[in-house]
């Protein structure tokens, strides 16, 4: 009697799973790192020359909190180290981005407190 065989192929299913936004997030920062002179330009200008004064106003007119006055400079202060350590762009890419976001938390709070003028 004769058996029946069937060819088969056998096939190997990988299901790849989508990179969440921090990871892509990660990975644009580490691609910006020929950039890295043109990031530095940047966060200091950005900071020095905008946030940090507009930042403070918004704290001064808002009655002179002592609260806020550590943030402020703690904001000022992370990206001035980050970007003068000359850290890759993996580490002074966020560190903007969170200090932009303690900047504007604060400026959040002080509308909330009212601006006294």
């Known amino acids: 009697m004769k058996t029946i065989q069937t060819p088969y192929a056998s096939a190997n299913y990988s299901i790849?799973?989508?990179?969440?936004i921090v990871t892509r997030f990660l990975n644009w920062c580490q691609q910006q790192e020929e950039n890295r002179l043109a990031w530095l330009a940047g966060t200091l200008?950005?900071?020095g020359c905008i946030l940090t004064p507009l930042t403070v106003l918004f704290v001064v007119l808002a009655g002179n909190n002592p609260v806020f006055w550590p943030l402020v400079i703690?904001?000022?202060g992370m990206c001035l180290v980050?970007?003068?350590?000359a850290l890759p762009t993996k580490i002074t890419i966020p560190v903007f981005f969170?200090?932009?976001l303690v900047d504007?938390?604060?400026?959040?709070n002080c509308i909330a407190l009212?601006?006294?003028l």
């Open 104 to 108: 504007l938390v604060v400026i959040a």
């Open 114 to 116: 009212g601006l006294h």
């Open 16 to 20: 790849e799973k989508k990179k969440g």
């Open 82 to 85: 980050v970007s003068l350590a």
């Open 98 to 100: 969170l200090s932009i």
């Open 45 to 47: 200008t950005a900071h």
């Open 74 to 76: 703690g904001a000022m």
